[in-house]
């Protein structure tokens, strides 16, 4: 099952000067430079400094960087929350899928959205919730949700919170065209 998270329209996007993830506390100002050769790097440098180097492909620089961070803290955080809740799950792989913020398989194998960096902590936990609930309901019946409440009463509130959080996703995430990395 999936909760889905609403694609920006196609436009061009600058690159960023820094990077917001509400998520897990975290701000980084990022410096641009220009080096030899194809590839795009992302390094942190110094605190809440990313350096991105090389080319015009700064875009999926940033993205990988971002599926760095989302297994860095997502996955561990998911284990926790998994333990707290007793509902188990048989692995996470961390993507940066445009239409859904997670998903979880007959398997019980949940799926994270990269993108969930950005948004609200309280919003993430409850996605958590909501996809780990599909480890027993592989579906949104009357007894999933009634699981659902019985792990986060406030669900109701979050579930919406969750379908308008997408507006949180900076648009160069799943942008098409993009401008290239200017340096300031």
Known sequence: QRVGVRPAPEQAVAAPGRILLPAIAGEWRLEYRESGGERCTCRESGEG???VSGGMTWQVALKRWLAHQGKAHLAPWLDRVSEELDLPYSGVTLRGQKSRWGSCSAKRHINLNY????????????????????????NHSPRYWALVASKE???????????????????????GAIHPATGS
């Open 49 to 51: 400094i990313l350096q």
């Open 115 to 138: 993108g969930l960096l950005f948004l609200p902590p309280h919003c993430v936990r409850y996605l958590f919730v909501h996809e780990l609930c599909h480890t027993v309901h592989l």
């Open 153 to 175: 009463p406030n669900y109701r509130q979050l579930e919406k919170e969750l379908r308008e959080s997408s507006r949180l996703v900076p648009p160069w995430l799943h942008a």
